[in-house]
């Protein structure tokens, strides 16, 4: 299994609001556990060019993580640009 309990404990630990890792809630968390997810989905299709279910499937994360950076962005812009710039994710 590509991720395990551990990894997402500490997905949790180090970009979460909270910096804990039971903190699993709160946007910057979800956020990142979408960005590995959306990672390793494409590492996949990118071998498996045929795959279209796994294809539909990264566009639904793709979907969930624009409208939690999207919820961000109007309610806290500081957050926001923090988990743009420590996850990498370009605009």
Avoid: W
Avoid at 19 to 26: A, L, Q, R, W
Avoid at 38 to 62: A, C, M, P, Q, Y
Avoid at 66 to 91: F, H, M, P, Q, W
Wanted: charged share 35%; aromatic share 8%.
């Amino acid at each position: 299994m590509y991720l395990t309990t551990e990894k997402k404990s500490e997905l949790f630990k180090n970009h979460g609001r909270l910096k804990s890792e039971t903190d699993t809630g709160s946007p910057e968390s979800q956020i990142a556990l979408f960005t590995f997810r959306i990672k390793h989905l494409t590492d996949h299709l990118k071998t498996n060019k045929k795959d279209h279910s796994s294809r539909l499937g990264l566009l639904k994360l793709v979907g969930k993580r624009r409208s939690l950076l999207n919820y961000l962005y109007k309610n806290d812009i500081e957050r926001y640009r923090a988990v743009l710039t420590d996850l990498g994710i370009r605009k």
